[in-house]
């Protein structure tokens, strides 16, 4: 079984612009959460979903969007860039009890 | 104040040393993860804690709830041990809070 799967790998945006990270969850998993990591630091949660509905959000602002699909994947939103926006993107997939979580190997996003 | 501690920030070991590495929380959990990260930065859960004690391999990880405290020992520490072991929390809701990790290096 493949585990869970993040697009791009590495991503470099210019400040103002806008990105799109995805991830594709574990097969069965229908909940998936979004993590920030900057460098030096332990990742901060942003959002979960669960069956395509939000069920958690993080302190950050509304620049940050997501959102999850039928097919229970999801894509993470981030607006008007900024340098502070760069960092490790991580997303999660949980089983349905949402304790275990199964991490995908990241995007690393730079905005220059 | 975090909500998250962990102890050491930076571990430096010799082989074969047997290593423990802390974590204490101040909010009510409903459990608690040991997580690897190597460069590069992908993650692997090591355990998930709602109390008492699990082991596997040469990890073993243990939980007090009333004192709300975490340890991670490994036990005949190795070179390929060397990344940065990350507490995080469950807290009620299913909002994963993360300390800052130890940084572990363990030389041959």
């Known amino acids: 079984d493949a585990g869970v799967t993040q697009s791009p790998t590495h991503l470099i945006k210019t400040r103002g612009q806008q990105v799109t990270l995805r991830c594709s969850p574990i097969?069965?998993?229908?909940?998936v959460s979004w993590y920030q990591q900057v460098l030096g630091q332990g990742p901060q949660f942003i959002f979960q979903y669960y069956e395509k509905e939000e069920r958690g959000r993080g302190n950050f602002p509304d620049r940050f969007s997501a959102r999850q699909f039928p097919n229970y994947s999801s894509e993470l939103n981030v607006n008007a860039l900024l340098l502070g926006d760069s960092a490790l993107y991580l997303c999660?997939?949980?089983?349905?009890?949402?304790?275990?979580?199964?991490f995908g190997p990241g995007t690393r996003l730079t905005v220059t | 104040k975090n909500e998250v501690e962990q102890s050491p920030q930076n571990l430096t070991a010799q082989e074969g040393e047997f290593i423990t590495i802390n974590c204490s929380y101040s909010v009510g959990i409903s459990a608690l993860h040991w997580l690897q990260q190597h460069p590069g930065g992908g993650i692997v859960s090591l355990f998930m804690?709602?109390?008492g004690k699990k082991k596997h391999g040469r990890l073993i990880a243990t939980i007090n709830i009333q004192e709300k405290h975490s340890s991670l020992h490994i036990t005949a520490s190795h070179p390929r041990d060397s990344a940065v072991y990350i507490c995080a929390v469950m807290e009620y809701g299913n909002k994963l809070v993360f300390g800052a990790g130890t940084i572990l290096r363990v030389k041959s």
């Open positions: 097969s069965g998993h229908k909940s």
């Open positions: 999660a997939s949980t089983t349905r009890s949402g304790y275990e979580q199964y």
């Open positions: 804690l709602s109390s």
